[in-house]
């Protein structure tokens, strides 16, 4: 969703009811029960930071206030009436929406910046309400708070140095436990690495952002969540600025990379990578996996097995992002094979699994989609998409652990092109399934499914 949208959104009805609240939790204060709020005001802002936990949706005394907000997305800061409210935060789940903290009435204060984090695993989310004063940052200078969002993750210790600054001669800037924060604090506008080590421990860096500038004037609440973006870091930093939210990951945070086959009258092709075969004799309709490399520019081209002057496509430069994963499908036929690029991100959900739908079949037209139970007759059922083009990805849907029938049909019929295939998905699991066309010797569309799952 459009944070700017839901945010006003939220605005309009925050102060349609007068008031907002949470109890909140200070990190200094305590309860925070404000007993005049007729003209005071306070500054909100809100993260989702449960790792496994579905997209939520936020509601004010009963009336929705925010919808679809994913893991580290968070909002921009409201300014608000002080006051109490009563607060329900519902996960969206495949069988209907379930309520994960709430309702509870939490109070904010006058003259103060709040920050509520819905941390935790799903199965134990609760909200975390820190605040601090509603305060200018000093001249020349820039402020940090650092709320520790991840419970699985020990007491660690923070640096905030010198960008190269040896640890073993530098004094944290404190020790602090999950849900437990350090500052706010002011550091000297300029260049600063941050580092996290475990506590006493400076030789092994859990984390690290490389080199940043802190502007004057910059007012950043940090929060260490889980890392679901792939590397050895345990965490990774989200950075809440006021007016946007930030993914600060690790800078050692790889890239993913698959390639899949689906060419159908294409020969064996070799992957080339800056001018070295990373696939060799790649064949219709199989896929590599996905295989981690360092974040950045390749030189990717694919080449007839063993003949690498026999280009089909390429040289292209792919820039692959760290803490994405990027499947390369060749699609078409031969005389006019192209690459199809996909992105997405590999967290796993524990309510659901996530299952996408890739086109890839240059012999269909636009299909209709189904997804039923097994043995289900798809004359009695609605299509679950509709009208999906040649090389449309319908994007990742929310499924519940189970087997389930796909069928493919022209759009508009009801004549089974593809399937009924059956797939089993489990909860926590990420799947792709790619139409493609009929297998040498054979007249029958089928999927090339993908069992995407990442430890």
């Not at 404000?34 to 449960?50: E, N, R, W, Y």
């Not at 996530?354 to 989609?369: E, F, G, L, Y």
């Amino acid at each position: 969703p459009d944070m700017e949208q839901i945010m006003k959104f939220i605005r309009k009805v925050l102060l349609a009811l007068g008031v907002f609240t949470l109890a909140a939790c200070d990190s200094s204060d305590g309860i925070v029960v404000p007993t005049d709020d007729t003209a005071t005001f306070t500054k909100v802002q809100v993260l989702h930071g449960s790792f496994d936990a579905p997209a939520v949706n936020g509601f004010v005394d009963g009336a929705e206030a925010f919808s679809g907000v994913d893991y580290k997305v968070g909002s921009g800061l409201v300014e608000l009436p002080s006051g109490n409210r009563e607060i329900r935060i519902d996960g969206i789940l495949p069988g209907g929406d379930a309520t994960v903290i709430g309702p509870a009435t939490i109070g904010f204060g006058p003259d103060r910046i709040y920050t509520v984090a819905a941390v935790n695993s799903v199965s134990a989310i609760e909200p975390v309400v820190i605040s601090q004063p509603d305060v200018p940052v000093s001249p020349d200078s820039a402020r940090l708070f650092v709320l520790h969002g991840t419970a699985a993750a020990p007491a660690v210790d923070v640096y905030v140095t010198a960008p190269g600054a040896d640890l073993a001669a530098s004094a944290p800037v404190g020790t602090f436990s999950f849900k437990e924060t350090l500052g706010p604090a002011e550091v000297a506008a300029g260049d600063y690495q941050v580092r996290v080590t475990p506590a006493g421990d400076s030789a092994t860096v859990l984390y690290d952002w490389g080199t940043r500038t802190l502007n004057s004037g910059d007012d950043l609440t940090l929060v260490a969540l889980p890392n679901t973006r792939g590397g050895a870091a345990p965490v990774t930093l989200v950075e809440m600025n006021g007016t946007e939210t930030i993914i600060r990951d690790d800078i050692n945070t790889p890239t993913s990379l698959q390639v899949v086959h689906a060419s159908p009258d294409a020969p064996a092709v070799d992957v080339v990578v800056e001018g070295s075969v990373l696939v060799p004799g790649l064949e219709f309709p199989q896929a590599t996996g996905f295989v981690e490399v360092p974040a950045g520019t390749y030189n990717t081209s694919v080449t007839v097995a063993g003949n690498p002057g026999a280009i089909a496509i390429g040289p292209v430069n792919l820039d692959l992002a760290a803490g994405v994963r990027h499947s390369v499908l060749a699609v078409g036929p031969l005389a006019a094979i192209e690459p199809l690029i996909l992105t997405d991100d590999p967290r796993r959900v524990a309510t659901n699994a996530k299952v996408r739908i890739v086109h890839a079949s240059p012999t269909a037209a636009d299909v209709d989609i189904y997804v039923t139970a097994v043995g289900a007759d798809i004359n009695a059922e609605a299509p679950t998409l509709e009208n999906i083009p040649f090389k449309a990805n319908t994007g990742f849907l929310a499924l519940a652990a189970g087997s389930y029938d796909v069928t493919v049909v022209p759009a508009g019929t009801k004549t089974a092109a593809i399937g009924p295939a059956t797939i089993t998905v489990d909860n926590g699991g990420v799947y792709t399934a790619v139409a493609r066309d009929p297998l040498p010797g054979s007249t029958d569309l089928g999927l090339i499914v993908l069992d995407d799952f990442i430890d």
